[in-house]
């Protein structure tokens, strides 16, 4: 049995985005399978967690993720639309998201395609990289096309599946494994939280004897 990295992941997360390289750099080197498990953003499973009176958490993500970005030559445009809908002044989160459901269920669905962090990393790359107005027209069937998979075979497969339960599970697991952020990488039971954590979590598979060279 081919040993894994369970990556828990959020496509409102500027912090997931930035770890997309990283994910795919590690199925490069290491002899592991690398699996996308989207969850919902925190926004949606935790919204005091952006509360009024915990809006400087807000603020500094907003504040931070766009130099980390920037140190590692990454574009860092805030997406429009913002896949969750929310006041980005108050933090108040609307109870209408039109946007999130769909893009985290075409997400499980790449994964049981096996494409999964390749969609992640080209739909995350269009969100964050500046194309505005991501879901009209021809971005995600093109970034669906990039990643190897159908856009049209991948929504008719979500139209009445048991997409959001699979979701329900991941966030579960996240928790399980000791963590409740994103992106949250899993090896053997053991959390590795951020993309600034990458770099441990290769030397932790290098331990386990996983570089392909």
């Known amino acids: 049995m081919s040993s894994a990295v369970d990556v828990y992941w959020s496509f409102r997360s500027p912090y ?25 953003p925190i926004a949606v499973r935790a919204p005091d967690f952006f509360s009024p009176e915990n809006a400087k958490r807000g603020r500094y993500i ?29 933090f108040e989160i609307s109870k ?10 075409l997400g499980v669905e790449a994964q049981r395609r096996g494409r999964g962090i ?5 739909v995350s790359s269009l969100l964050f990289g ?5 879901h009209l027209g021809d971005h995600l069937a093109k970034a669906s096309s990039r990643a190897g998979l159908d856009l049209a075979a991948s929504e008719q497969a979500i139209d009445g599946g048991n997409h959001l339960e699979e979701i329900e599970a991941n966030q ?9 952020g994103v992106p949250t990488l899993v090896f053997e039971g053991e959390p590795f939280f951020g993309q600034d954590r990458i770099e441990i979590l290769r030397w932790r598979l290098d331990q ?4 392909r060279s």
Do not use: C
């Not at 209408?96 to 269920?105: A, D, M, N």
């Not at 579960?172 to 409740?180: A, I, K, M, V």
């Open 16 to 40: 997931s985005y930035l770890a997309t390289p990283g994910m795919l750099a590690i199925r490069h080197d290491f002899d592991v399978d690398v699996n996308l498990r989207v969850v919902l």
């Open 118 to 122: 390749e969609f992640a990393a080209q």
């Open 130 to 134: 500046g194309t505005r107005e991501w």
């Open 208 to 211: 386990h004897g996983l570089s």
């Open 172 to 180: 579960s697991q996240l928790e399980e494994s000791g963590h409740w």
């Open 62 to 90: 907003m504040k931070d993720w766009p130099r980390v970005a920037e140190s590692l030559g990454m574009p860092n445009v805030w997406p429009s639309p913002d896949p969750i809908v929310q006041n980005l002044e108050t």
């Open 96 to 105: 209408e998201q039109p946007y999130i459901y769909r893009l985290s269920g």
